[in-house]
């Protein structure tokens, strides 16, 4: 019975995380039924003024900060429709190879967006388990609020480098002097239920905020912590599936139903994430993923100084991930990164965090994830040799601001 007590005491010190994920997933439904995703890239589009460069800052940034709290497939997923109609208003304006541009903006910023919160991308779930796995000291003080202390600043930057990239390299010179209308109907805003939905949004922001500070200041709380949770996750669900709604948008009742659950994709882009699922497949049925992985592993074996030990593994990760399971190179560069930061006498909470970071950074190829998967097979004429040569370059700035940054900012919060 003392395995079974251990894992139980354990899942219940960990129910605040379970929540924060499981009520970060109800929050993205919430996002897509009141559909305030699609108001906000309208919003921020109409910030742009229809000036191409604004245009490509605003779909990276509208993108990142979407995926910070929704899946990245779902952002790529909301921003399609809107790519291809500014890919057809240009092309009505006689600008051409656009497409391409128009489809890295998104998935540039659906990535980034992965890094920018806790819930951003699965791969920070599987940071947390990894870090209780090899129980790595200080873990506990990686908390929802002290997250946004490195990780905004670094998402700041990475969209800034993201806008160079795109409008700096990759726009077409016949778009520089064209304007799009994008300034939409008169007198469009949220409607009441929109607003309902945005104000649980802040709720469940505030609540896990408000918990991570407590659990760093009050003596005492991490005790209770899980009960506090547990009753707010119990009022999430009863604000979202029980609670009658204001109207609005066609829709009267709950927030939220069980149908609402389920989210489809365009048949495009779903057969080209089967073709990517069945390559992976093979991958990982031939064992080359584990042989690729083992072999970069063992470049960071022997003495190197701990900013170069960063940026080898963040390169390693990053490339790794753009032609091979996502999950396969977290799962096995975690253990490497470990054991890396312990042979050189380095913390190991750092590295581990930024081989988290590292794996949402696929910037290349339409295989890497499934958002680049689904966006390169809607985006019809979108040019894969472009979309290689800008998203390696990416993939190299990405690379220098994350060692920089994270191998000075994390040794000082953890």
């Not at 997933?25 to 108001?39: H, K």
Request: hydrophobic share 55%; aromatic share 12%.
């Amino acid at each position: 019975m003392e395995p079974l007590t251990d894992v139980t005491a354990y899942l219940w010190g960990r129910l605040p995380l379970i929540l924060l994920f499981v009520c970060g997933y109800l929050v993205y439904q919430l996002m897509a039924a009141t559909r305030i995703t699609d108001g906000f890239v309208a919003w921020a589009l109409r910030r742009s003024r229809g000036h191409p460069r604004r245009v490509l800052f605003y779909i990276i940034a509208a993108s990142a900060v979407l995926s910070s709290f929704i899946p990245n497939t779902i952002t790529v997923l909301t921003l399609i429709p809107v790519l291809k109609r500014l890919d057809r208003d240009f092309a009505d304006r006689g600008v051409t190879g656009m497409t391409t541009v128009l489809m890295c903006s998104a998935i540039y910023g659906a990535a980034i967006g992965g890094m920018g919160s806790p819930i951003g991308s699965p791969a920070n779930a599987v940071l947390f388990a990894a870090l209780d796995l090899f129980q790595v000291a200080g873990r506990d003080q990686l908390t929802f609020f002290n997250w946004f202390l490195w990780s905004v600043p670094l998402v700041a930057a990475f969209v800034a480098a993201a806008w160079f990239v795109a409008a700096g390299l990759g726009l077409p010179g016949a778009a520089r002097g064209v304007t799009l209308d994008l300034s939409g109907p008169a007198g469009t805003g949220a409607d009441a239920r929109q607003r309902y939905g945005a104000r649980l949004f802040w709720l469940y922001m505030g609540y896990f905020v408000l918990e991570a500070v407590a659990r760093e200041n009050m003596a005492g709380f991490a005790a209770v912590s899980p009960v506090v949770s547990l009753g707010f996750a119990a009022l999430f669900l009863w604000l979202l599936f029980v609670r009658r709604a204001p109207d609005g948008g066609g829709r009267s009742g709950p927030l939220l139903r069980a149908g609402d659950l389920l989210k489809s994709v365009p048949r495009r882009g779903l057969v080209f994430i089967l073709v990517l699922a069945a390559l992976v497949g093979v991958v990982h049925w031939t064992g080359l993923d584990h042989r690729t992985v083992a072999l970069a592993g063992s470049l960071l074996k022997g003495d190197m100084d701990p900013r170069l030990l960063f940026l080898v593994t963040i390169l390693a990760v990053i490339f790794l991930t753009e032609v091979l399971s996502n999950t396969a190179v977290v799962a096995a560069f975690f253990t490497i990164a470990f054991y890396a930061a312990k042979g050189h006498g380095m913390d190991p909470l750092p590295l581990m965090i930024a081989v988290g970071v590292a794996s949402t950074c696929a910037f290349m190829t339409p295989i890497a994830t499934t958002s680049n998967a689904l966006a390169f097979g809607e985006m019809k004429g979108a040019s894969l040799k472009v979309m290689l040569g800008l998203g390696f370059v990416l993939n190299v700035l990405g690379a220098l601001l994350m060692t920089g940054w994270l191998s000075w900012v994390l040794p000082r919060l953890y």
